[in-house]
């Protein structure tokens, strides 16, 4: 069974740098490429980083570029997102997701989800 | 960017009608479309993916249709279970795009 949880969620102030984590199991993580969605409460989904298998390519969309980097460790399963200089605009629910297989930029499977909220 | 437009923003529909959901890309995703359905409280699972294929375990009466710029997600014989909201996902180029989601609640 494909599992996804990440962490790393919480209480940040503006202008501060915060670190989420998801661990994969259930799947050859360094076979998929991997990404993070979030969603503001009572808002849609925004997709904010993907990263492929080898970790050498990754793609962001401009809300956060230069702000937030995407990396994995094929070795422990794990991706991250670092996000720096938090805005209030970042808040909202992280999910860790994965390709539902190669050249398909289409998630199948998500984490539950880790809050982050930017609020002084 | 590639912006999706979903119709309608919300829904209503009665137990075993059938319901239609569109989505327009504002240029050609060459069938790089998903669609996601999301319940309150719970992570978006993806329903279908490249326009028509079903996700595995996702019952058969939903199904996608579409090309160019317009899809669509149908589901057959409305269920309990099937509220929620529901995104699609352009995956052709990025940044990724989602539509604005459409709410579709029981009457």
């Known amino acids: 069974e494909v599992l996804l949880v990440e962490s790393g969620g919480g209480l940040v102030q503006p202008g501060r740098s915060l670190e989420l984590s998801c661990a994969a199991s259930?799947?050859?993580?360094?076979?998929?490429?991997m990404a993070w969605v979030r969603q503001a409460p009572k808002k849609g989904l925004e997709w904010v980083a993907t990263?492929?298998?080898?970790?050498?390519?990754?793609y962001y969309p401009d809300s956060v570029r230069g702000r937030f980097t995407i990396s994995r460790d094929n070795a422990k399963n794990s991706l991250y997102l670092q996000m720096n200089s938090l805005k209030s605009e970042d808040t909202a629910t992280y999910y860790c997701?994965?390709?539902?297989?190669?050249?398909?930029?289409?998630?199948?499977?998500w984490g539950l989800g880790t809050l982050v909220t930017v609020s002084s | 960017d590639i912006q999706m437009t979903q119709s309608p923003h919300s829904l209503s529909a009665s137990l075993g009608e059938n319901v239609s959901i569109e989505c327009l890309a504002s240029?050609?995703?060459?069938?790089?479309l998903a669609w996601y359905q999301q319940k309150p409280g719970k992570s978006p699972q993806l329903l279908i993916y490249?326009?028509?294929r079903l996700q595995d375990g996702v019952p058969s009466r939903f199904s996608g249709s579409g090309s160019g710029t317009q899809y669509s997600l149908k589901i057959n014989n409305m269920q309990p279970e099937d509220e929620g909201v529901y995104y699609c996902?352009?995956?052709?180029?990025?940044?990724?795009?989602f539509g604005s989601g459409t709410k579709l609640e029981i009457k």
């Open positions: 997701a994965r390709r539902v297989r190669e050249n398909y930029a289409h998630l199948a499977y």
């Open positions: 259930g799947f050859i993580f360094r076979d998929f490429y």
């Open positions: 990263i492929s298998t080898s970790g050498t390519t990754t």
């Open positions: 240029e050609g995703i060459s069938n790089y």
């Open positions: 490249y326009v028509s």
């Open positions: 996902q352009q995956g052709y180029k990025y940044p990724l795009t």
